[in-house]
């Protein structure tokens, strides 16, 4: 019975997981969005990711209340609700960046990098649950690396490549920073559920981790804009010319281009504001600046929560649903030690490749095979079954 249950929910949880990167980056391309400018944040995307997601865990919590559920099921205790916090807060700087990179990259490039915590999980099961570590695990980490560096083989043999396919320093920054957040994720989902009271459900695990990233997203998206404005984070005083060039002027209209030069001057290798500019063409300079993403960090919390472009919030809402239901399904597993099933989540990588071809991604033959690769060394890791017997975690409170 443990298996069917983890086999329905996994195959459930990739659905969810690959329709979420899919809509993610449908939401940033101006070809999904009327062919207008995206307009959205990843702040502001993330805000109305986290509304649809609450919407859907409250419906839920509320039919369950309708079927007679006692009030006392839905408080998960304070030990359980402190992680719920702590996974609230990394899920907000997660979603971010899950909205920050398909803005530039389709999701079969940078996927499998954010899921490289996956191969390390039986290591934090070792840790935390006494788990045992077999061959499998160097096998399974060993393809992953392999898997990885598949797709980069071409450019490392110095042939032609899209840059689009190549990884800037900011993209594996949200990497890094993602794979933190995610493997946090899966284990204080563990703690989580080993600490709720009895008779707490997922539905309430879900509802209150939305209740808490609504806080952290709603109030990031007062504070950062407000510091950005303090610190002038979009009104420098010099800028090299590359990066004045690439960042800013290739994204303003003819009108705008010619007014940031004429209020920059262009001295060395670098364009600076002119002095004694009056305040108005200084709030000008900024916000013209501010519209380009210069300021890559602030950007991400910029814009209203009720844009001229409602479509890519469509997609997010989209986003959300999906959200709800695999993060339903991970608070069900969540029993369960999560290198024993977590790695199965991921099986949709193998067939992320494919699937662009047909939104009309040019998809090379290494980034199929890397992407197989990546996804055989997940699942190699726990694929012992006969000494690796699925039992559930021991809950404090019975």
């Known amino acids: 019975m443990e298996w069917l249950l983890l086999v329905l929910w996994i195959s459930i949880i990739n659905g969810g997981l690959s329709g979420q990167y899919i809509l993610n ?65 990394t899920g907000v700087i997660e979603n971010i960046g899950f909205f920050y990179l398909p803005r530039f990259y389709s999701p079969h490039i940078y996927a499998p990098y954010v899921n490289i915590y996956l191969a390390f999980l039986p ?43 190549i990884l800037d320093l900011n993209a594996i920054i949200w990497i890094l920073i993602i794979n933190c957040c995610l493997c946090s994720q899966q284990v204080l989902n563990n ?63 003819d009108a705008d281009k010619e007014f940031l030069l004429n209020n920059f001057d262009r001295t060395g290798n670098e364009y600076v504001i002119k002095s004694n500019l009056p305040e108005e063409t200084l709030e000008k300079v900024e916000t013209v600046i501010s519209k380009t993403e210069y300021n890559r960090f602030f950007t991400l919390f910029s814009g209203n929560l ?4 409602w479509i890519p919030i469509l997609f997010v809402v989209a986003a959300g649903l999906t959200g709800y239901i695999y993060s339903f399904g991970f608070f069900k597993l969540s029993k369960y030690a999560a290198h024993l099933w977590v790695p199965y989540t991921n099986l949709w990588l193998a067939f992320l490749p494919i699937i662009m071809i047909f939104f009309g991604k040019e998809v090379t033959i290494p980034q199929i095979i890397g992407a197989v690769v990546v996804t055989a060394g997940l699942m190699v890791g726990v694929s012992d079954f006969s000494r690796n017997k699925v039992e559930e975690i021991e809950k404090k409170y019975k």
């Open 25 to 89: 980056w449908m939401g940033n391309q101006p070809k999904y969005v009327g062919d207008q400018q995206i307009g959205v944040s990843a702040g502001v995307m993330t805000w109305w990711r986290e509304i649809s997601k609450l919407l859907w865990a409250t419906i839920a919590i509320s039919v369950e209340i309708k079927k007679g559920k006692e009030l006392k099921f839905f408080n998960p205790g304070y030990l359980s609700m402190i992680t719920i916090v702590i996974c609230a807060f």
């Open 123 to 165: 290591f934090f099961g070792k840790f935390l649950f006494n788990s045992t570590l077999r061959k499998e695990h160097w096998i399974g980490v060993f393809l992953v690396v392999i898997g990885l560096a598949v797709p980069h083989l071409p450019y490392m043999f110095g042939h032609n490549t899209d840059p689009k396919t």
């Open 191 to 253: 703690k989580t559920v080993q600490t709720a009271l009895p008779g707490v459900g997922p539905n309430a695990l879900v509802f209150w981790r939305e209740i808490w990233k609504m806080t952290f997203i709603s109030l990031a998206l007062i504070i950062f804009p407000f510091i950005a404005q303090v610190t002038k984070a979009n009104l420098p005083d010099s800028v090299e010319i590359v990066k004045f060039e690439q960042r800013v002027l290739a994204k303003t209209n």
């Open 306 to 309: 009720f844009p001229d472009n």
